[in-house]
């Protein structure tokens, strides 16, 4: 990157953390550590949750998901807005009412301690674990891009993150993620428009789309239905639905963002406003991958996206093989560059036949492209064992560090970081509350004055912090990042969500049938995704989303079995 990038970037962090840390300077209480003063108001309520869930991941895997598999994915956040008004109606005014600082003290009022405990502890290994991929994900990216140090990156991104999180807690917070919105959406279109402006002379937005359409790039919605379909209309409308109610209705890290609400209706409004604004949002930046798909038909590609895996492939027996495979796929790509050209033609005579001849010749070559790459990921594996041969979330900051201006890149950079400290911050800042009002003032320590739980939650969310640092040191890739973080969160979230479900709903199940229903439940999605895994679930096998339902299913119906064996 050139020095003008250096300065975007370095100026970008260094002023959120100054402002996140000045903003917050007079916390002094519990309320103002963990509720933010309970004045924040609606938009900012809205901002802090969008910011919340759009973590570096985002930002770097949703342009590689679209680039390869195109706009599908977008059919996971369908559901979003009608868990956005379940929560809205159902959860929230519970919560006001108990005047509580985390979820899961209604459960103790619902249920028991035990019970309480359970759903807290849920949280706290889903949410550590998360914590260290959100710091992971962009760190290993971004350290492969700059070349600096995995671990480096991970401490530096911690370390920034820690400073403001401990300082200011949830006001720090939320005001520095207001920040990190406009950064990162304000980087992301400024992205979209220069990818459209990077395409030929000639090859105009409707060419591009005409062009990303005919080779499957534009399919939006899925209708078919099938359990192991990951992304379907279905699977977005159920599953998706179910993991945004744990998400949004139960995780700690969303939860203490609306409860820093002025009122019920600032909280309402704020959540309304984050299920209005999500799917535009994440269309935005899947149709910015796709126009990068595009580009990337008329300038040729790279036969693999990690160049730093590549040159460690040169220095092997295997680089001729390597070397041999990009020349090929050069040779192919000239050839589509003829056949898109084509395509293009064909649009505009507007002629069915031409336009199917052209279509089928584009994906055909585009079908060869495909197989070389796989062949390239084959040598790689061999090459150098135990290499990341999935370059998904390389594509988009690739083409940014190649193709876009001076300063642009800088930006796009502090993007990515700012993502990953905003929902880091608001991981950890949950973690730490969690952890001291869940356990330490409830089991340890229950005579100490707010100032000594104030100075707790700093301990314990300094802490979460360096314990998230450490899991992102030890971390290895997923198939891709952002999937990874929905599988971790279908894995626990069904079981939380089933226990809600249950305290809302079923006022005749107690502590015991719930407490033992959702072990159960926790037990048998665990033991569904090892079948899956390993190929030998059966009928069982599933995408992961539907986790969501399932869990939570199950810990209502294990709760009613248990019950009716308890009442006999």
């Known amino acids: 990157m050139s020095n003008i990038d250096w300065i975007v970037l370095f100026g970008t962090l260094i002023s959120i953390v100054a402002y996140g840390v000045w903003k917050s300077r007079d916390t002094k209480d519990m309320d103002g550590y963990l509720r933010g003063g309970s004045d924040v108001k609606w938009w900012a309520i809205g901002l802090s949750i969008m910011a919340t869930q759009a973590s570096a991941i985002t930002f770097l895997s949703t342009p590689g998901q679209a680039f390869n598999d195109g706009m599908g994915f977008i059919q996971f956040y369908f559901g979003l807005p009608i868990a956005m008004i379940i929560i809205a109606v159902f959860f929230l005014p519970i919560y006001y009412k108990l005047k509580v600082y985390t979820a899961y003290e209604y459960l103790e009022t619902r249920f028991d301690m035990k019970t309480r405990m359970l759903a807290a502890f849920i949280f706290l290994i889903q949410r550590g674990l998360g914590a260290g991929i959100t710091i992971y994900a962009p760190s290993i990216i971004l350290s492969s891009l700059l070349g600096w140090d995995l671990k480096i990156t991970n401490v530096l991104i911690g370390v920034l993150v820690i400073i403001y999180t401990v300082s200011g807690g949830t006001k720090a917070v939320t005001q520095t993620q207001k920040t990190q919105m406009a950064v990162m ?32 790039k534009l399919n939006v919605v899925d209708f078919s239905f099938d359990l192991k379909n990951r992304y379907s209309f279905w699977s977005g409308m159920t599953g998706a639905v179910f993991l945004f109610l744990s998400y949004f209705g139960t995780d700690q890290s969303q939860v203490q963002r609306y409860l820093s609400g002025k009122s019920l209706s600032e909280s309402r409004l704020g959540l309304m406003m984050n299920g209005l604004l999500k799917v535009p949002m994440q269309f935005i930046i899947l149709f910015i991958g796709v126009m990068v798909f595009v580009y990337y038909q008329y300038n040729q590609p790279p036969v693999f996206f990690n160049d730093t895996v590549k040159e ?86 690739t083409f940014v560090m190649n193709v876009l201006p001076v300063g642009i890149v800088g930006l796009l950079f502090a993007v990515i970081f700012s993502a990953a400290m905003s929902s880091t911050s608001s991981e950890l800042n949950a973690l730490g509350g969690t952890t001291t009002i869940d356990f330490y003032k409830r089991r340890v320590k229950q005579d100490g004055d707010d100032l000594h739980y104030l100075k707790s939650s700093k301990l314990f969310t300094l802490a979460w912090g360096i314990l998230a640092i450490i899991v992102a040191s030890t971390l290895s890739l997923f198939e891709n990042l952002i999937q990874a973080v929905n599988l971790i969160g279908s894995l626990f979230y069904p079981t939380v969500l089933g226990i809600f479900i249950v305290a809302f709903f079923f006022k005749s199940i107690k502590s015991n049938a719930v407490f033992i229903g959702a072990i159960m439940s926790q037990i048998a999605i665990i033991v569904i995704h090892y079948l899956n895994v390993e190929g030998i679930a059966g009928v069982f096998t599933m995408g992961f989303l539907w986790y969501n339902a399932l869990g939570c299913i199950l810990v209502v119906l294990f709760s009613f079995i248990i019950k009716g064996l308890r009442d006999k």
């Open 312 to 397: 460690q492939v040169y220095s092997t027996d295997y680089a001729d093989d390597f070397r041999g495979l990009e020349s090929e796929y050069t040779s192919i790509f000239d050839e589509k560059l003829d056949a898109v050209n084509q395509l293009n033609a064909a649009m505009k005579t507007d002629d069915p036949q031409e336009i199917e001849q052209a279509q089928a010749l584009v994906n055909s070559i585009q079908a060869q492209s495909d197989e070389i790459r796989n062949e390239a990921k084959a040598i790689i594996e061999e090459a150098v064992p135990g290499a990341e041969i999935n370059d998904k979330d390389y594509i988009f900051m």
């Open 185 to 216: 959406m304000g980087g992301m279109i400024i992205a979209g428009i220069l990818v459209i402006t990077s395409l030929p002379t000639g090859v105009g937005f409707g060419d591009a789309l005409n062009v990303a359409g005919k080779m499957g």
